[in-house]
């Protein structure tokens, strides 16, 4: 802990400056800065955060140092104001503020007009001529001092604010609409009246003392760091807890002090859109906290031109030289008092995803900041706003003020969708045949649902995380989904569902919000981002645009710094296009059993199943050989000489199974055999955990039949298209080995096979054989493995299920609370947990590097367009991530970061 506590600002001079957030906070280290910059700053001081470590570490005591140095700098304050703290004749005002390294608007308390009491009022009226702005000035004092320290607020979420109750009934009494309608005895009486109430609730006197009443703002803004509000917001946003906030004490100037004073909020740019103008909000005769509350309707920043041309002129001059010192976006908080302009904070403002993009772009264009600041200032995630379809604003604002609101899940896949609700995925294909928008509604979805998945314009989940399968394959898809909403209850038989005493019937409109997880009753329109309108739509005329501008100029840069390749997940020729659209630069995992399901495609696939030895199943594999070959051929002619992993067969069989007694008579008659036989198989599939059951690798060594059709039809596709003049890279990745032994037998097939089907095109084609890294064994074992395979890719999906032992399905029950509680820092199937599953990729490519030098590496999980993750593999050398098609500018940009955050 530094030896100073304290920190002087004002006349020009201060003891600190921007550089010093981590101990002075955001809004201390500007007012430092600012008044360093000669701007019109109230004086004041900064009592630091390690000061709040302090007081939570010492059971809510403070260094003993602490109050000689408040008393040396307010003695400063009261030499730079002219008043004096506590003076019956002459007395100085404070406001105490929270302050954090980031901002937190709203978080924490405040408290203003501090020092008043019933002697002060007297002094205050005598220097100002104005017995009424004294007593509005007190009443607005005791109420705050009353809830924020004093603990007087409503005892639940039905009940009023008690100070507002009393002002609302001498209002009445008054005959009197607005608080600048009563007079300063009414006032003056509410000032009685609110005393008397904290009294009778709290049974606690209201303090006299000027230097009692600060040592206790002082400590309720401390104490308001671990507020409930504070500590969600915290969670929210990532922010450390150990930060502790600073106090900011400073000498109040008046807004209220008649029509030449007011007080108002702006920003540098327009936070919403992210335009290069002034825009703000102002009050005349008002606290700066009524423009935040909302109980007057403040002016457009643009009006004071009007009313008070030379303050604008001079708040238009000061906005504009933070903006250009700062080199950020600028929100500020200023007060006029009778005609003279003063600066209350600045601080770099809270703005849109858009919004952040937009003015990045633009200052880069303007020459203020760099192309490396400009890809550094902007949240990965955020780019999703540009790439999403939204909901009509003020539509949806209507549509939640009626009620409409259902309930909420968890934002799995961004934008927004209305349609009509189905609740499988065979009405929801044939609805969408008829030109319908539908929502898919499901308990759960699995690989079974997929074209009904594919045929909504949104998903909606009961149960599931994150990376269920609804969230994995709907972002993939770029599908609005949200999952997760378990106050629903879906009821398949009665075509329903209902949530909070409200039925939701089959047909009826509901509405989505990816962005957000609300699920709203009804039909919201909705209007497709600017950018896809270019790059998936190809409509010339929205080149433009500023969004698509903004889009291209980030992802030209991004491009320039990466060094990490950034592919794609994609199963379908149309999912492998979009993601090109988007800047992939191949296939990082083609899952092949999703071109097993539909049509004739899944009886095949139960043939096979169902047949007794290895010629029936193969007689029902040379069904679906032309089927897979055509899927790979269109997908290698949209990859154009990109790379494409193909994973062979990773589910167990049984999945690819009915479940239903109707499903299995009807499949039984379909097949030709007894209903009887259909249950003894399927019950010779059952697994008690699939998961670690009977699949990926573990099939093709026991079958060898279907990883023998499956690379046929791989290599066949590329000679077919190879022999079009277009050049491609199939990489064949067998899943979930655990052993070296495993890869070798599926080795074997595939170098059998290949030789064959080149022997009959009479050419070659360049090929790779790798493995997908998801067995802890594997990675532990990656020398051995690295000597057969040529390439790894982690599937950190399941790496991380099974190095934790958890599953990512049913982690749901308790993964929130573990992360709420700080049992697990992140949630590790959002984030790759770097200490333990990364751990096991860092020893994986590292010995399987030292076996193969050239050994290519990768990680085909969706961790790989998550920003932190993209990250963490920049510093592990992988050669490329792969995510889902939307989330491949995220990756791009992502990438870009690690490689700046790299060189700083």
């Not at 002075?24 to 004041?44: C, Q, R, S």
Request: with cysteine; hydrophobic share 40%.
């Amino acid at each position: 802990m530094s030896q100073k506590h304290v920190f002087f600002f004002g006349d020009g001079k201060a003891e600190g400056n921007a550089e010093m957030k981590n101990l002075l906070g955001g809004k201390g280290a500007n007012l430092a800065e600012m008044t360093n910059l000669g701007i019109p700053v109230p004086a004041g001081f900064t009592i630091s955060t390690e000061v709040c470590t302090y007081y939570y570490k010492h059971d809510y005591t403070y260094p003993p140092e602490l109050e000689d140095e408040m008393k040396e700098a307010l003695r400063k304050v009261e030499q730079v104001m002219g008043a004096i703290f506590g003076d019956a004749e002459n007395p100085l005002l404070l406001s105490v503020r929270s302050g954090a390294r980031v901002s937190m608007p709203g978080m924490m308390d405040t408290v203003l007009n501090l020092g008043l009491n019933d002697v002060t009022v007297q002094g205050l009226i005598k220097k100002t001529d104005n017995p009424r702005f004294a007593y509005d000035s007190y009443r607005r004092f005791v109420a705050m001092y009353g809830d924020v320290v004093l603990g007087l607020k409503p005892e639940s979420e039905d009940d009023h604010d008690p100070f507002e109750e009393i002002l609302d009934a001498k209002k009445r009494a008054r005959g009197v609409q607005l608080d600048t309608d009563l007079s300063a005895e009414d006032l003056k009486e509410l000032v009685v009246e609110f005393k008397a109430a904290i009294k009778e609730h709290t049974g606690e006197e209201f303090p006299e003392d000027p230097m009692d009443q600060l040592w206790g703002a002082v400590g309720a803004v401390f104490s308001s760091w671990r507020n409930e509000r504070a500590n969600v917001y915290r969670r929210l946003n990532n922010i450390p807890e150990e930060w502790g906030t600073a106090v900011n004490v400073q000498s109040m100037v008046y807004g209220n002090m008649g029509n030449d004073s007011g007080t108002g909020v702006a920003f540098t740019r327009d936070p919403a859109t992210g335009e290069k103008v002034l825009y703000g909000e102002f009050l005349i005769n008002a606290q700066g906290e009524d423009v935040v509350a909302g109980i007057r309707t403040p002016q457009k920043i643009s009006h004071l031109k009007d009313i008070m041309p030379e303050v604008y002129r001079q708040f238009e001059e000061i906005a504009n030289r933070l903006e250009q010192h700062y080199r950020q976006m600028q929100d500020m908080e200023f007060t006029i008092q009778k005609g003279r302009l003063w600066m209350l904070q600045t601080r770099a403002g809270k703005r849109t995803g858009f919004a952040a993009f937009r003015i990045a772009v633009d200052m880069v264009e303007e020459g203020l900041i760099s192309k490396e600041e400009a890809l550094l200032r902007v949240e990965p995630d955020q780019l999703n706003q540009l790439l999403r379809p939204v909901f009509d604003a003020e539509q949806k604002r209507q549509a939640v003020a009626r009620g409409d609101l259902l309930t909420r899940g968890l934002n799995a896949g961004p934008g927004a969708a209305s349609g009509l609700v189905v609740f499988n995925a065979a009405d929801a294909v044939k609805w969408a045949q008829e030109g319908k928008d539908v929502i898919l509604v499901r308990l759960e979805t699995s690989p079974e649902d997929i074209k009904g998945m594919d045929a909504a314009v949104g998903i909606l989940t009961a149960r599931g995380g994150m990376t269920s399968h609804a969230a994995l394959v709907g972002r993939q898809m770029g599908k609005v989904c949200v999952v997760g909403a378990g106050e629903i209850s879906v009821d398949y038989k009665a075509r329903q569902f209902s949530v909070n005493g409200k039925v939701v019937k089959e047909g009826e409109w509901i509405s989505l919000d990816g962005s957000t997880g609300e699920v709203i009753k009804g039909k919201i329109n909705t209007q497709p981002s600017e950018v896809l309108q270019v790059l998936i739509e190809k409509r010339q005329d929205s080149e433009k645009g500023v969004a698509y501008h903004t889009y291209q100029q980030m992802m030209k840069w991004a491009d320039e710094f990466r060094r990490l390749g950034v592919r794609t997940n994609a199963d379908q020729p149309d999912q492998a296009a979009t993601a090109i659209a988007f800047g992939a630069q191949g296939i990082g995992l083609c899952r092949t059993e999703h071109m097993f399901f539909g049509g004739e495609r899944i009886d095949a696939v139960r043939e096979m199943i169902l047949a007794d030895d290895t010629e029936g199943r193969k007689k029902a594999l040379a069904k679906l050989l032309p089927m897979q070959r055509s899927d790979f051929i269109g997908i290698f002619r949209e990859m154009n000489g990109y790379p494409v992993t193909i994973r062979t067969l990773d589910p167990p069989l049984h999945e690819f199974l009915p479940h239903t007694e109707k499903e299995i008579e009807d499949l039984a008659a379909k097949m030709n055999v007894t209903v009887k036989k259909l249950h003894e198989t399927i019950e010779s599939l059952h697994e008690f955990n699939p998961m670690l059951g009977h699949r990926g690798c573990r099939l093709g060594v026991m079958y060898p039949e279907i990883t023998e059709m499956q690379v046929r039809a791989i290599l066949e596709a590329a000679c077919e298209v190879k022999k079009d003049g277009v050049d491609v890279q199939p990489e064949i990745m067998i899943p979930l080995i655990s052993h070296v032994n495993e890869l070798k037998a599926q080795e074997v097939v595939v170098r059998r096979v290949a030789a064959e089907v080149f022997e009959k095109y009479g050419f070659e084609v360049e090929y790779l054989v790798g493995t997908m890294i998801e067995i802890p064994r594997a990675a532990i074992t990656a020398a051995e493995v690295a000597e057969v395979a040529e390439f790894f890719s982690f599937g950190t999906n399941d790496l991380t299920q099974t190095t934790f032992g958890m599953s990512r399905d049913d982690s749901g029950v308790f993964l929130p609370f573990y992360v709420e509680h700080k049992i697990l820092e992140n949630d590790p199937f959002q984030s790759i947990d770097q200490k333990g599953v990364g751990k096991l990729m860092e020893w994986g490519v590292s010995e399987g590097r030292k076996s193969r030098p050239s050994l290519k590496v990768g990680i085909c999980g969706e961790h790989g367009g998550e920003p932190a993750s993209v990250e963490f593999c920049h510093r592990l050398n992988l050669d490329y991530v792969s995510c889902s098609p939307f989330r491949v500018p995220i990756a791009r940009l992502a990438a870009a970061q690690a490689v700046l955050k790299e060189k700083n």
